[in-house]
């Protein structure tokens, strides 16, 4: 299958790309998925309270001059802080699969040199090993199919780049996914090393949160997936 990437050296540009024929934010039904007419909880303070998006980014890894994509970007509320973290030289790719969500991006003012571009579940226009650390905000546990989107992050990641994954802790609240919905750490470990991927660090962010991140490590460090303990 023939695939457009997006350039990642021509990026003074901020668009919003649309694929013809796909799913419409409004459209979709999916009830993992979060509801863009809710996009103002993500950008509430309370939540930047809980989780400090900086902080966390440079936990992760991401200072100046890397290219991070920002995968389910919604809002922006890790995109901003990344774009502010990596300098004149880096590059910061916002994607998500909901047209909405990427529009209200658009209109609330991003910040220069992010590029954003909506894409399909697991199927990113970026080129293989173009990008250096990737951001998964709250968006594994809507995938239909985790596993084939910890493939595509792998895919489009350089070797030894990293994947940044912020979910909600496995428990009942009044807010946020059921619980049943929400996948633990213990949950995304096997996933991830199917997909290719080590952990590398894991953190709890208060009761509500987590956080961890595992790296994309060259084929022929790969123990045998049945050798491999968590
Ligand atoms: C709960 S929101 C989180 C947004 C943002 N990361 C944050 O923490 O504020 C999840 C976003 O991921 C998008 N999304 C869900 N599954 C996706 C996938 N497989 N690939 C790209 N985006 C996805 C949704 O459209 C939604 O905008």
Known sequence: MRRAFLSLRFLPCIKVVE???????????????????????????????EIDPSELLRWAGIREKLVVLDVGCGAGFFTRDAAGMIGPEGRTVGLGTSRGMLQRFAAEGRPSRVLIAQCEEDAYPLQTGSVDVAILGFVLHEAQDPQSVLREVRRILRTEGKVL????????????PQAASRLSPEDVRPLLRRAGFMLDQLRQLGESYYALTAVNVPVYCCPPARAVHF
Request: aromatic content about 4%; proline content about 5%.
């Open 19 to 49: 694929k013809v024929g796909h799913v419409r934010g409004s459209m979709i039904r999916d009830s993992r998925k979060f509801d863009p007419s809710a996009v103002d909880v993500l950008n509430k303070p309370r939540r930047h309270r």
């Open 165 to 176: 994954i912020v979910e909600w802790a496995k428990r009942n609240e009044q807010r946020g």
